[in-house]
């Protein structure tokens, strides 16, 4: 089968021109097909604050109420998503950038919680597999933004990284699919102290040995439990490290490679 | 040849919740491909009010500066495009928003003006016939925001009127175009007084006769003669009407049907 790089970006890649122009060059040059997932960053709560919109957090979670999810629309399927588009085109890639209604790509309900209203918040129901063969099949290169779709009219807003990991699944049995997540740090480390202590391979007994000895940091955790959902779908290879290297990470000669 | 339809709707519209909805339900009626090109309405400049960004008129036209660019982005190619297609998505529509960047759609240069500098505001070079043809094939329905590209990473706000006419110019060859202007007026008058003195049908010699007689209001004059323009490049008719009557303008049963 032919390789498949599902690439998520996060909001503080999106938010530093340089490295996002980093990644993007990364991304220009995957060889196969290729589907950038980006983040949102600082620009949508800087507007909200322009705009004297009140963002309210629960939890450590901004919740999205209507001003909110115009303000992410805007920023994220707008400005960012035309903005990437635009540079990759630069690049020479015949690049698209989608939402999640568009050509129903993601479709995706209300989150409903037993005790925080989470507002206009995505949790992710289908994906459109047909639609991304079709396009992948033409060689365009995928730009996804994290807005969903209610297929009602409701757009909602919806976490990037599960973004990534739902197309990389929804297309696991058409293509040998590699998911890359691109963040601050080096990947997985022994030594949350030392980034040259970083485990180039990971698979799960490495995993339960070293969450057992608690030195696996907690923000991690979540990260690498995503990525053994998408291996246990069929996802051949899930790989997170720096973002400033995302060229080694495409290529596996950087950051974490986590197999089942 | 099958029929298509490029339907070009105004900032009015879209200002107006019950006249979009009017205008996706008849666009989501339509036998045969279909293209909406919707303009940019008054959120943009209240956007930019509540943000403190300046907006600059010369000669009745908005200039693009830098944070202009940025707020047209978000509000044409993210808030607006995307709801419209969520809502097309709700009446079944297999819609997908592009802009001009966006597989290359619509290549444009910044444009050149001996006294006036527009700012980021772009005249169109180039169409990608090929990327319309292919997304027409699989029945989907598309939805373009006027904002384009350069090629060279940068985004260009530009006219809808425009883009729709191009849109319309490019795909001559191998449809049957229709091209639909819906706008706040019944049609072309004979008595800009008389809302029922429309002019259901007009050839070039009653355009010119008009036009010597002066019963055509100055407005109307450049919309004919871009019309004209369409038709001279192979489009088969285009329509222009008020935007209530959309159902009936896409049946010719309303508006000024303008013909060679």
Chains 1, 2 share one sequence.
Do not use: W
């Amino acid at each position: 089968m032919e390789s498949l790089y599902v690439i998520k970006i996060g909001g503080n890649i999106v938010d530093n021109p340089a490295l996002l122009t980093t990644c993007l060059q990364a991304f220009a040059q995957v060889k196969g097909q290729a589907i950038l997932v980006h983040g949102g960053g600082k620009m949508a709560t800087s507007m909200a604050q322009s705009m004297g919109v009140e963002q309210t957090m629960v939890e450590g979670r901004r919740i999205t109420d209507e001003a909110t999810l115009k303000i992410v629309t805007m920023v994220y399927a707008g400005y960012i998503n035309k903005n990437i588009v635009a540079q990759l085109q630069a690049l020479g890639v015949p690049a698209m950038g989608l939402s999640g209604a568009d050509g129903n790509l993601i479709q995706a309900h209300k989150r409903k919680h037993a005790s925080i209203d989470y507002g206009f918040v995505g949790d992710i129901d289908t994906v459109n597999t047909d639609l991304l063969l079709q396009l992948l099949s033409t060689n365009t290169k995928l730009v996804v933004a994290p807005i969903t779709h209610d297929g009602k009219g409701q757009l909602l807003n919806t976490n990037a990284d599960t973004i990534a990991q739902s197309l990389a699944t929804a297309l696991a049995t058409k293509y040998n699919v590699h998911l890359i997540y691109g963040f601050e740090k080096e990947g997985v480390l022994k030594d949350i102290n030392d980034p040259s202590s970083v485990i180039a391979r990971m698979d799960k007994p490495i995993y339960g040995t070293l969450k057992d000895q608690k030195l696996i940091f907690e923000g991690m955790i979540p990260k690498i439990d995503n990525a053994y959902e998408a291996l246990d779908n069929g996802v051949q290879s899930v790989i997170i490290g720096k973002a400033e290297k995302m060229n080694e990470l495409i290529n596996g000669t950087a950051g974490t490679t986590i197999t089942k």
